[in-house]
């Protein structure tokens, strides 16, 4: 017990905080989230319960630290390719990709905790949805100063393509593909958006 101790007190600050990260991240992988406990990221880090409950309240919390540790919700900046279309395809395939990157059975874990808890930690299907609708903002913000796109478009009509999108993806039967996006896209989307010449 008191090498335990002595192995842990040399490892603070960032040096512990990465360690704590990494055990996290592959008793996350190993476990799965419905299995992951505190408990077993101590055991794997080498470290105590009480060390990592100083740093996460609870195991939303210490994943969601995993999560940011390789990126936010969404990551990189809003696609800019000159074009509304290319743009929005470029959003929706990097909320796709990001979301297979987390696991759907993460992002459950994490809904599914939050909602049963008393006080949430944190609003994860809120967070996606203003990541989103920021990126959508500034990719419809260029395509007006092109003269693509109308003005003052609802943001209900903004959040439209990521919302179909991640319903597809958390309930969806099959597989979200290429040609679902276009449809998304060239169907429902821009129609709403573009100015009509």
Known sequence: MREGKTVNSRRRGETLEDALLTAA????????????????????????RSVLSRRW?????????????????LTGDPPDSGSLREDTLALLGNFIERFHNIGKDVLLGIINDCLSAEA?????????????????????????????????????ILALP??????????????V???LLLKITDDIFLPLVTLQN
């Open 57 to 73: 309240a609870s195991r939303v919390e210490m994943v969601l630290s995993v999560i940011r540790m390789d990126g936010s919700i």
């Open 120 to 156: 949430p930690a944190f609003d994860l299907t809120g967070r996606m949805h203003e990541a989103s609708l920021s990126r959508m903002k500034t990719i419809i913000r260029r395509a007006q100063d092109r003269g693509e796109a109308k003005p003052d478009i609802p943001e209900h």
């Open 25 to 48: 991240k592959e008793e996350l992988a190993a476990a799965g989230y419905s299995r992951l406990s505190m408990k077993g990221v101590a055991k794997r880090a080498k470290s105590s």
């Open 162 to 175: 990521i919302d179909l999108i991640r319903a597809s993806l958390f309930f969806g039967a099959d597989s």
């Open 177 to 179: 593909n290429r040609e």
